[in-house]
């Protein structure tokens, strides 16, 4: 952008001081440009190709596209503690009848085209989510906040009826696929840059493996989520839950992880039980009942929910197990991890499996195929997901969708691992309107 953009230098103690004074006057977006309009400049450089906004606290915004910009009228401001390190306030007014106002971006003037930088809210500030930022509405006073030297404000409305919540909808991914691309491409997965782009493509959590020997573990993981601008909301974890004279002893192990993670922040713990390679006798599926009941009570005690997830071997015998595990516990103390596609390839349809047990359902993983074969992105398939969005959104199921983009002997792969994501968030927003 650099030399394009014909923005007055103001000191940072004046643009505080003009932050600060919009506030105080309860302002609305109108008034605010007004304010800065005499030491603001159009924008001149457009992106070609949809550029990230930044952040808000640690939060990402979304993506601004070429046709946005169109209309956009952007205003840029020049704030700098010097002149060696100049940078940009882009202001975007919102869409005609759009619930918000205006959207904010911070970079250093040369590279507001490329990733923004975080800016940590200080101050007083409260934390917003991507999404409760852009869905602020009504009227309400302009809200400032500082950091890293600077100044920028956003008009906060008093609802904050359009942030992500388990009621709203949370859309996340699952690690497991990610591993599968890495070792493809035989690289070494990089968590970091799995959770930047997750956040780049509209994501809210990346749910990963549950740390049981080094509980301290799953805290820091919550902690990286957050410094990106995703949020904790589920780990996944095995267990051997089947053996009379361990089952509690892994339950305790369990338990105390989960004391870390629930003050974390993470609400819900996906659990499948170990397979050991041979049916489970009938007295060890009694034990392992036993030990999902106790698990999903102290879960319940610490704020979080168990969801029993199942792969194939859980599906033998007529789902035999898959079953059991549900017959012989409460709904309200051991729910589902409902993964629509493996229930789905062990022979219990959607239908059945919402019918039977679909108000035990507290988080979702989903995986699409095409004639029996996984499929790289959400999309059309074996799976009908029309009926699965129809059901979830009529019976008020809990919305946290995982997508799980796993590959297999056979799985076609077109795209980058970012892009198939990019795409499935789309899909996942479009079937289940999350």
Known sequence: MGSTVAAAKLDRSTAIAQATEAVQLNTTLEAMTQHLAQNSAPCTTKPTDGFLLGRIGPFALRRLTPAAT????????????????PRAILLVPAAPGSKLDFFVALRPVGSLNRRMQSIRSVGGW?????????????????????????AFCLRAGAGDSAASTPET?????????WTQY????????????????????????????MDSARPEANA??????????????????????????????????????????????????SCNPDPIGRAKTDAELATQAKALTRLGQGLKALGMQ??????LPEMADQAREFHYNFRHTQPDVVGFCYDVHWV?????????????????????????SRNGIW?????????????????????????????????????????????NHRRSRDWVRRVFGV
């Open 70 to 85: 169109d209309w956009a009228g952007g205003r840029c401001l020049r704030i700098s503690r010097r002149p060696s390190s």
């Open 126 to 150: 409260p934390a917003l989510t991507r999404r409760a930022f852009l869905g602020r509405a009504g009227a309400g006073a302009l809200g400032c906040a500082l950091g890293n030297g600077l």
């Open 169 to 177: 909808g949370l859309v996340g991914s699952n690690i497991y696929g």
């Open 182 to 209: 890495a070792q493809r491409e035989k690289r070494k997965l990089d968590i970091g840059e799995v959770i930047s782009a997750l956040r780049d493509c509209g994501y809210d959590y990346l749910e990963n493996f």
């Open 220 to 269: 820091e993981f919550a902690d990286q989520l957050k410094a990106k601008g995703l949020r904790p909301v589920s780990l996944y974890t095995g267990g051997r839950l089947h053996e009379a004279d361990k089952a509690d002893a892994v339950v305790d192990r369990l338990l105390a992880a989960a004391k870390v993670c629930a003050q974390a922040g993470y609400k819900v713990l």
């Open 306 to 311: 168990l969801g029993v997830h199942h792969h």
């Open 344 to 368: 789905w390839k062990g022979g219990v349809s959607p239908a059945e499996a919402l019918r039977l047990y679909g108000d035990r359902v507290v988080t979702w993983h989903l995986r699409q």
């Open 375 to 419: 499929w790289e992105e959400l999309d059309d398939g074996d799976v009908d997901y029309q009926f699965v969005a129809a059901y979830a959104k009529e019976h008020n199921l809990p919305r946290r969708f995982t997508v799980e983009l796993a590959l297999e002997a056979g799985t076609k792969v077109t795209r980058s691992v970012v892009e």
